[in-house]
């Protein structure tokens, strides 16, 4: 009896933590986003700097996504499944976007990047452009969200151990066929979350794509950023209303997380089966 009634309690508490922290914030955004009707809303999310926002969020998400599965595969791959110096170190690189704020990450592109920075001639003389430009945002958010995919695949790789590929590989299979036969089937799921996890983060970067952007309207703006331009003129409708295009995708993206997550879980009872 005393144990059901804490039990009782402490899910009472996490379902009113949950409802004050997320889903009223998440409600009063799209309430008021919707205050003043529908043609404001919609002449909000159809403005020319909205949409631009929009389409440069998706670029820098798509190839940051694309990036890092390339890179998380790889690295999640070598640490795993092969031994060899520097391993250790490795795997600390992958973490160090967790313990650094994305804004000194975004300064440390500035002082490579920029005028005062060491790469800042040879880009000069190739007529390039990293900081205040779009290969700033795309190289920013690469490195906030860097560690996502590779730490949703390693510990995956680990459990499953080296036995079936080294039987495979005893059998005179090549490495790109014991990693598509036998490797991927038992991690595809979690590559999917990591994915997820990475277009999620991708999406809302504010903080190190703040910095490099400059924040010329219609040219480095993310939809954060956007946002932040809105708010500070006081144009607080416009503001929600384009927020509400980040809760929206938010909402999307959990609800694939969730269907990942149950359809992950799903396939591994069924291995233990």
């Not at 990450?105 to 002082?111: I, K, Q, S, T």
């Not at 005893?170 to 595809?188: C, D, N, S, V």
Request: with cysteine; glycine share 8%.
């Amino acid at each position: 009896m005393k144990q059901k009634l804490v039990s009782s309690l402490l899910i009472i508490l996490g379902a009113v933590f949950i409802a004050v922290m997320l889903i009223v914030p998440l409600c009063t955004v799209l309430a008021y986003a919707l205050r003043q009707g529908w043609e404001t809303f919609a002449s909000a999310i159809r403005d020319p700097y909205a949409i631009k926002a929009l389409r440069l969020t998706l670029l820098a998400a798509v190839v940051t996504v694309a990036l890092n599965t390339v890179f998380g595969v790889f690295s999640s791959w070598a640490i795993s499944k092969f031994r060899f110096k520097g391993r250790q170190f490795l795997t600390t690189l992958i973490d160090i976007p967790f313990a650094i704020s994305p804004v000194i990450a975004g300064l440390v592109f500035v002082l490579v990047f920029g005028r005062i920075g060491w790469a800042y001639s040879f880009l000069q003389a190739h007529h390039l452009k990293v900081v205040f430009a779009v290969p700033g945002i795309i190289l920013a958010t690469i490195f906030v969200t860097l560690p996502f995919v590779s730490r949703e695949l390693i510990p995956l790789m680990q459990a499953q151990g080296n036995e079936e590929e080294e039987a495979a590989a005893l059998m005179g299979a090549g490495g790109f066929k014991i990693y598509r036969k036998i490797t991927l089937p038992h991690i595809k799921w979690g590559l999917l979350y990591g994915i997820i996890l990475c277009t999620a983060r991708a999406m809302g970067e504010f903080g190190a794509v703040s910095v490099v952007s400059g924040h010329l309207r219609g040219k480095t703006n993310t939809l954060p950023l956007h946002i932040e331009i809105l708010f500070n003129e006081f144009h607080l409708t416009a503001a929600f209303a384009v927020s509400s295009i980040l809760v929206v995708i938010a909402i999307m993206i959990l609800i694939l997380r969730n269907i990942v997550e149950y359809k992950g879980k799903k396939a591994g009872s069924e291995d233990v089966r």
